[in-house]
C-alpha cells in the first residue's frame, strides 16, 4: 500500500510523462511550472531524465548534486535542490542517472526509493512536477508511484494513440500491486496546428476517450523551442508570443483544479 500522505500534506504531485520521445514533456514541465511560479505558487521541479532537459532549460550549470545523489547517494533532499526562479526550485539531473538504474534494482521497495527521498518535502510546496524520461524503466516506476495524478502531454501524430495504450496499462498494474489511486488528470495536446487535417483527427480520437480530462491545446510555437536554447521560459523569452498564451491557459486551468 502507498503511503505518501503526511499528516498536513498539501504538495499536488504531478508526472509529467508519455513513454514516446518528444511529446513536449519538458517543455510543459519547465514552462508550467514558471507559469504556476509567476502566479506566487510554490514550485519545485524534479527531473527524473538523464538527459537532464529540464535544468538545462532553466540555465542549471554544474550542480553540485543531482537527483543521482539523492537516490543512490548520501546526498539529502535540500541538498539537491536548487533554485532556478522566484518561488521556482528544481532537483536537476544528468547522464550519472543512467547507472543509477542497475544501483536501484537491487534495493530493497525499489518502485518505492524516490517517495521515500522527496518525503518531507510535501509542507514546502504547492506544486510537485516530475519530468520523465520517454521509457518504460524503472526510474518511471517510481515516479509514477510517488505521483497522484498524470499529465500527458500527446503531440498530434497518429502514432501517439499506441503509446498511450500502454502507459494506461501500466497504471492499472500499478494501481493494483501498489494500490495506488493514480489517474490521468490532464491530457495536454502538443504541436497543434488547427489548419492541419491530422490535429483535427487525431484530436477527435482522444476525445472520444479523454473528453474529461482535455486540456487547452498547445499550438506549435517556434518561440517555445527557441525558448529552450535561450534557457528561458517562454514567459521570459517572449511573454506575448501564442506560446506563453497556451502556457497560460493551461497554468489558469491547472491552479483551477486545485
Ligand atoms: N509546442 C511546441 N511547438 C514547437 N516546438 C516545441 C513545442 N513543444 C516542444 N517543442 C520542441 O520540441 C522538442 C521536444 O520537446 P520536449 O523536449 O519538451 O519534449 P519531451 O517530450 O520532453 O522529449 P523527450 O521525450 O526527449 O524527453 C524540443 O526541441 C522542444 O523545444
Ligand atoms: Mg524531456
Known amino acids: 500500500m502507498i503511503d505518501n500522505t503526511e499528516s498536513q500534506h498539501n504538495s499536488r504531485r504531478i508526472c509529467v510523462i508519455n513513454y514516446k520521445g518528444g511529446t513536449g514533456k519538458t517543455c510543459t514541465v519547465v514552462n508550467l511550472g514558471h507559469g504556476l511560479a509567476l502566479a506566487g ?21 554544474n550542480p553540485k548534486y543531482s537527483l543521482y545523489d539523492l537516490l543512490v547517494g548520501n546526498a539529502t533532499s535540500p541538498e539537491c535542490i536548487v533554485n532556478a526562479r522566484q518561488n521556482l526550485d528544481i532537483i536537476p539531473s544528468n547522464e550519472r542517472l543512467f547507472p543509477a538504474e542497475m544501483a536501484l534494482s537491487k534495493m530493497k521497495n525499489r518502485e ?18 516530475v519530468d520523465c524520461a520517454p521509457s518504460i524503466n524503472l526510474l518511471n516506476q517510481n515516479s509514477l508511484t510517488y505521483a497522484q495524478e498524470i499529465f500527458l502531454p500527446v503531440s498530434m501524430e497518429y502514432l501517439s494513440l499506441v503509446g498511450i495504450k500502454q502507459l494506461l496499462n501500466n497504471i492499472k498494474i500499478i494501481n493494483k500491486i501498489f494500490r495506488h489511486n493514480l489517474k490521468v488528470s490532464k491530457l495536454i495536446p502538443t504541436f497543434f496546428d488547427k489548419r492541419n487535417s491530422k490535429s483535427k483527427v487525431v484530436m477527435d480520437s482522444l476525445n472520444r476517450v479523454f473528453s474529461q480530462v482535455m486540456a487547452n491545446p498547445i499550438r506549435s510555437s517556434v518561440a517555445i523551442s527557441e525558448a529552450a536554447g535561450y534557457r528561458q521560459t517562454i514567459f521570459e523569452y517572449n511573454p506575448k508570443s501564442s506560446g506563453a498564451e497556451d502556457y497560460q491557459i493551461l497554468t489558469n486551468e491547472v491552479i483551477a483544479d486545485g
Open 112 to 129: 518505492m526509493i524516490l517517495s521515500q527521498k522527496l518525503r518531507g518535502l510535501q509542507n514546502q510546496y504547492d506544486y510537485i512536477i
Open 41 to 61: 505558487k510554490r514550485v519545485l521541479i524534479v527531473d527524473t531524465d538523464p538527459q537532464g532537459s529540464s535544468g538545462y532549460h532553466l540555465g542549471i550549470r
